[in-house]
């Protein structure tokens, strides 16, 4: 009879690393089996029925810890065990065979049973007593009690009469080893892995097991019933020693109980053998209940005891900390006032003192958002700030659009709490903080880390929320991370939906710097709305209802309508002209749906539109199953002649002017024009030629045509569609 208990724990040492030698498995099975042999013959000096049905199986604790400490993997050493120790008792080998299937599923159902319940071995919580005692114990040895009691019957070895006893016995057995000696061998690495005990708490340790010794002794040997002061005893230990004072004071306890019953003295002097059973098991449930849901209460309690004092430590060390700033804001303002009303004359003085704040306060204003949206191929973007009021100069909502490396578009919107230049400064940092965040790693998770790390070092009193998406324009896939901010809404064809995932507490506001992410294919034709609080939030309205009517507003709005008039439509269905409570910042994106054999980017000719060019391109050519070959080629021609329009077009202008890149698939024929306004200086005086001879070699045909309005490049090629290359 055995049984196992226990799942992995994944807070300790509780799995070996895997790449542990065969040599060293081959040493712990042997172990492990050795051990479970040694209790087995133990136990058997024990029977009650025949010889191989005893009240105390001590092999199930054994296969409990095994189990729990090397996992699942080392049943074939309980398996191997359990043949040898039934083979010499059992009628026969299938009997035996039987028998140690039995004891060998009994623990690997307990094993998952506790991994189901969330069971730690170092049983410091009130669900793992309760889990080791009803699933690991009562519950899981049913199975081999069943098993090998039924064997027994079908075996001859006992009579159908016999049946009831002979189980009752063998499930007492199987359950005691679970109760008594597997929580003793797991409490044993916790004497080196936790504090280590002083010589007085030894001392404390020994008199109470000695007292529960002596309590329990007496009870045996006297026939008085005094088994219920051990339940004092061993409350005490777990008191004071919690589960490595609980689990030996135990063990004592139930294995005097056992050797009385197996004896027929004490208390279970005189009853029957099923009596005998039942008090037994009721006994030991109580002890293992009380031990270990004691055991673990108390370190339950001293675990959120220490919690509540290294928080009120923290507390007093911020109390402290505030107050000399207070101490500190108090003396700078008396030393002000007092400056003040000695400098009333200086009123001039004042006044262009004031003037200077106000001229950063607009400063800090137009820094906190973009002066304009950053013009991307194929995606269409707006955007409006509104101040509470009008004598607002700077709050504390801000939104953001990065263009990143490889086509990739980062969008942001966030809050500070609270308005003024204090505000302003902040967002103006947390914003600039994510660009550069964002350009080095467009990770939402590597990005929000690197702006809480920022945030968590300003002395910023109010709390700052954030919601940080990354846009990939040829896949429509979205990730994002949402740091306390209400969460973006995409809608399309009158239904609405919300990026739910991947939530944090604001910024900077605990230690903690875990941000997960979260991702999404937008669909075709949808459309982003990002948005702060402002916009939804009412006095007296909850903000469930603000948000299931920005859903159904933006849902209901005409799919024809451009985003400006959708940015309107909002604002004026949301705010009240005349008194706007809060700041609104609202950031809308479309992708543009794809013309069917036609495109056209108009863009700034500028190096760094380049790489948008080229996205906007490629995506227009798979999209129309173009061959990866051919794609490339053709990006190489069209970059080609776009790097002559940025370079010498617009060469001797102050700002750059307008690339248009226009693309035209008829069939499998494709032309592409690169057309700019400029005028070029003549061929001798830029030297190279090397970027048309390209285009020659890449296209089929290529045609430059130079007019005083501009110049115009046509590419032609002959593709090939719906190939892989």
């Not at 979205?478 to 901010?485: D, E, P, S």
């Not at 506001?509 to 702060?532: C, I, K, N, R």
Request: with cysteine; net charge negative.
């Amino acid at each position: 009879m055995t049984v196992g208990v226990g799942a992995v724990d994944t807070s300790g040492p509780a799995v070996l690393p895997t790449t542990i030698s065969s040599a060293h498995r081959l040493v712990r099975l042997a172990g492990i089996a050795i051990a479970y042999y040694l209790g087995a013959r133990l136990g058997l000096g024990l029977s009650l029925v025949g010889n191989d049905v005893t009240p105390l199986w001590p092999p199930t604790g054994v296969a409990v810890a095994a189990l729990l400490v090397f996992g699942r993997a080392s049943w074939p050493a309980v398996a191997v065990a359990a043949l040898a120790v039934n083979l010499p008792i059992s009628a026969n080998p299938l009997a035996a065979l039987v028998t140690a299937a039995g004891n060998t599923l009994a623990p690997v159902i307990a094993v998952t049973l506790l991994q189901r319940a969330g069971f730690r071995r170092q049983l410091d919580r009130q669900r793992d007593a309760l889990a080791i005692v009803f699933l690991g114990a009562l519950a899981s040895m049913l199975v081999s009690a069943t098993i090998g009691s039924c064997t027994l019957v079908a075996s001859g070895s006992i009579t159908t009469a016999e049946l009831p006893a002979a189980w009752a016995v063998w499930w007492t057995g199987d359950a005691m080893g679970v109760l008594a000696v597997a929580p003793f061998l797991l409490c044993l690495p916790l004497f080196w892995e936790q504090r280590r005990w002083p010589v007085r708490t030894w001392l404390e340790a020994l008199a109470i097991i000695a007292a529960a010794l002596v309590v329990v002794a007496s009870a045996v040997t006297t026939g008085l019933h005094l088994f219920f002061l051990t339940i004092p005893l061993l409350g005490c230990a777990a008191w004071r020693l919690q589960v490595r004072g609980a689990a030996p004071a135990a063990l004592m306890a139930s294995l005097l109980a056992t050797w009385a019953a197996a004896h027929d003295r004490g208390p279970f002097a005189g009853k029957t053998l099923l009596e005998q059973m039942v008090t037994l098991q009721a006994f030991n449930a109580c002890v293992a209940l009380t031990s270990f849901f004691l055991a673990a209460l108390v370190s339950e309690r001293m675990h959120v005891a220490a919690a509540l004092t290294a928080a009120a430590a923290d507390l007093e060390r911020r109390v402290e900390q505030r107050t000399a700033q207070l101490s500190a804001a108090n003396t700078r303002l008396v030393q002000e006032i007092q400056e003040r009303s000695e400098a009333q004359e200086q009123l001039s003085h004042e006044e262009a003192r004031a003037q200077r704040e106000h001229q950063i306060a607009e400063t800090l204003q137009r820094s906190l958002l973009p002066d304009r949206l950053p013009d991307v191929p194929g995606v269409a973007l707006a955007a409006r700030y509104v101040p509470a009021t009008a004598d607002v100069q700077v709050g504390g909502d801000w939104y953001d659009v990065v263009q990143l490396p490889g086509g990739l578009i980062g969008l942001a919107i966030g809050d500070v709490a609270g308005h003024g230049l204090a505000a302003a400064a902040t967002m103006v940092q947390v914003r600039m903080a994510l660009r550069a965040y964002a350009l080095q790693d467009p990770s939402p998770p590597a990005v929000m880390r690197g702006v809480h790390q920022l945030v968590g070092q300003l002395p910023v009193p109010e709390m700052v929320t954030l919601v940080y998406l990354v846009f990939d324009p040829a896949t429509r896939r979205l990730r994002w991370t949402n740091a306390g901010h209400p969460p973006a809404l995409t809608f399309a064809h009158g239904a609405g939906t919300y990026l739910s995932g991947a939530l944090s507490p604001p910024v900077g506001v605990t230690v903690d710097a875990s941000f997960t992410e979260a991702s999404s294919v937008l669909p075709a034709g949808a459309t982003l709305l990002l948005y702060t609080d402002g916009l939804i939030e009412r006095r007296g309205v909850s903000l469930t209802d603000g948000l299931d009517r920005l859903s159904r507003e933006a849902s209901a709005a005409p799919v024809g309508d451009g985003l400006e008039v959708l940015c309107d439509r909002l604002l004026g269905t949301f705010l009240d002209e005349d008194h706007i409570e809060d700041d609104v910042a609202m950031l809308v994106m479309r992708p543009a749906p794809s013309v069917d054999g036609e495109l056209e980017v108009r863009l700034p000719a500028e190096a760094r539109n380049l790489v948008q060019v080229r996205g906007a391109l490629r995506r227009w050519l798979r999209e129309a199953t173009v061959s990866e070959t051919d794609v490339n080629e053709v990006l190489v021609a069209c970059g080609e002649a776009c790097a002559n329009v940025v370079q010498h077009a617009y060469s001797g202008q102050g700002s750059p002017g307008e690339l248009v890149v226009e693309a035209h698939l008829v069939g499998a024929d494709l032309e592409v024009r690169v057309r700019d306004h400029g005028h070029w200086r003549p061929a001798a005086d830029r030297g190279g030629g090397w970027g048309l001879q390209l285009m020659d070699a890449l296209m089929d045909g290529v045609d430059i045509e130079h007019t005083p309005d501009g110049t115009d490049v046509r590419l032609r090629r002959r593709l090939h569609l719906g190939v892989d290359a």
